[in-house]
């Protein structure tokens, strides 16, 4: 085994881009620390590449190229277990691309790509470019006899290949999703399942349909769905410091305050809730890609909101949820219906 060198694996991570792909000093900061705290990865670990594979990019699921090995995290539905493989152990394993959605990293140790990341035929490349870096090998090696006629290889090729078309077949499907009288998609599975696992989608509120059914059905009593909203078992999060928000100072002229010289999610103000950008209002708590449309349209048919607690009744958000939501937000007056009042409908 060639000795692993930092310098090494970085030039051949440069060489490559995509979607969600990163390399040191241009992996987002925020992305990385939630990708420690997530995967988990020790404090003293130096990562080279990131690919982040989740829907809206915090970084919580994806693969690290570390001076350690690789770490990845799959997300909970996925099945596998397996985070980590250090360079020594993989130096002597091999990479390969499992149906469409899944790098398998050795004897069953899987990393899934999810829908919408970095292509998995560019990261089935890259990790071998790597695994072929400590081992000074420069391709497959296919000096092996199978004692096999060419009977028994069409067979086995056959069988494969069904397996594989079988398990690839429901995954990329393509559902339409009906929430409040509002129709979304079409989506694959593997991005409903990430948006089940971030709470974009509450499967108490959502039907499901894809072409080949007569009408819409109940989010949990459709089988694949069903899977999806299966509660899982987790370990407790590790124990984190809590950040230190300093007190606001009182903003002595008006003009300089900054609610009103933007609206968006900053270190310095919270959001204008009734004029926030549906973008920022996906980054709220409970919010979501679904949550945000909905309120958009709410806005524009009724006005503002006046509240956190309305908010999260209209929307059906946790306590916990709505508690965040306060922090982050303030409720001005909609310019939109000044004087006409709101009906909310509960």
């Avoid at 770490?71 to 152990?89: A, C, E, M, Q």
């Avoid at 819409?216 to 694949?224: G, L, N, R, T, V």
């Avoid at 950040?243 to 204008?272: C, K, M, R």
């Amino acid at each position: 085994m060639i000795p692993f060198s930092r310098e090494r694996i970085s030039e051949i991570c440069r060489r490559y881009s995509g979607r969600g792909y990163y390399v040191e000093e241009h992996i987002p900061n925020r992305r990385l620390e939630n990708a420690r705290a997530a995967f988990p990865m020790p404090k003293d670990v130096y990562v080279i590449a990131f690919i982040d594979t989740t829907l809206l990019g915090s970084g919580k699921t994806g693969l690290a190229i570390t001076d350690k090995g690789l770490f990845w995290r799959n997300g909970n539905l996925t099945g596998f277990s397996k985070t980590y493989i250090s360079w020594d152990d993989f130096s002597s394993e091999s990479v390969w691309q499992e149906g469409k959605r899944k790098v398998e990293i050795g004897y069953d140790n899987y990393f899934y790509i999810s829908n919408g990341s970095f292509q998995i035929e560019r990261v089935v490349q890259l990790l071998e470019e790597i695994h072929d870096s400590f081992t000074g090998s420069t391709g497959l090696n296919l000096d092996f006899d199978l004692d096999l006629d060419d009977d028994n290889w069409e067979r086995i090729a056959a069988e494969l290949e069904m397996k594989f078309d079988a398990e690839d077949a429901s995954e990329n499907e393509e559902w339409m999703l009906a929430v409040a009288g509002q129709q979304y998609g079409p989506f694959e599975l593997s991005v409903i399942r990430e948006m089940v696992q971030i709470k974009q989608v509450r499967p108490e509120n959502t039907h499901v349909w894809k072409p080949g059914m007569p009408d819409w059905i109940e989010f949990s009593k459709q089988p694949e769905m069903a899977a999806l909203a299966a509660p899982s078992v987790s370990p407790p999060p590790l124990p984190t410091a809590q950040p230190v928000i300093p007190p606001v100072s009182p903003v002595a002229n008006p003009s300089q305050d900054p609610l009103l010289a933007t609206v968006g999610i900053n270190d310095e103000a919270p959001v204008d809730f009734n004029q926030a950008t549906e973008e920022h209002l996906q980054e709220l708590p409970g919010i979501g890609i679904v949550g945000a449309k909905r309120i958009l349209q709410e806005r524009d048919v009724n006005g503002g909101f006046q509240s956190a607690e309305q908010v999260g009744e209209w929307l059906g958000l946790k306590p916990h949820q709505v508690d965040k939501l306060k922090k982050q937000t303030i409720f001005r007056p909609s310019a939109t219906k000044q004087g006409s009042g709101r009906m909310v409908d509960y």
